[in-house]
């Protein structure tokens, strides 16, 4: 499985970025998919996720309300948009895959390389 990540970017605060991830290497549709960030000196956290069987989705408190995950089947792809972001959004996010999705918001199988994004105050 290769996952890739992009559209991260640097944004002011109170502005939205949108990310995505495309997947490939497997059958996109039997995956779970996540997203996760992580800031420099500060440990990985989970920010969203999303089943393969009924698109249900989870998220990390810091980013409820404002961020949407989403997938399209069509186009082996998943997003995530962010809105209302604040300077403490900014972070490495990365995209993961697993194929059990026993536990949404730790056990990924596989990971994309990261994509940089920045929310200026």
């Known amino acids: 499985v290769q996952l890739q990540a992009s559209g991260g970017g640097l944004v002011q605060a109170g502005g939205s970025l949108s990310l995505s991830c495309r997947f490939s290497?497997?059958?996109?549709?039997?995956?779970?998919l996540g997203w996760f960030r992580q800031a420099p000196g500060k440990e990985r956290e989970f920010v969203a996720a999303i089943n393969w069987s009924d698109s249900h989705t989870y998220y990390g408190d810091s980013v409820k309300g404002r961020f949407t995950i989403s997938r399209d089947n069509t186009k082996n792809t998943v997003y995530l948009l962010m809105n209302s972001m604040k300077p403490e959004d900014t972070a490495v996010y990365y995209c993961?895959?697993?194929?059990?999705?026993?536990?949404?918001?730790?056990?990924?199988?596989?990971w994309g390389q990261g994509t940089q994004v920045t929310v200026s105050s």
């Open positions: 993961a895959a697993d194929w059990s999705f026993r536990n949404p918001y730790s056990d990924y199988q596989y």
């Open positions: 290497g497997r059958t996109f549709v039997r995956y779970g």
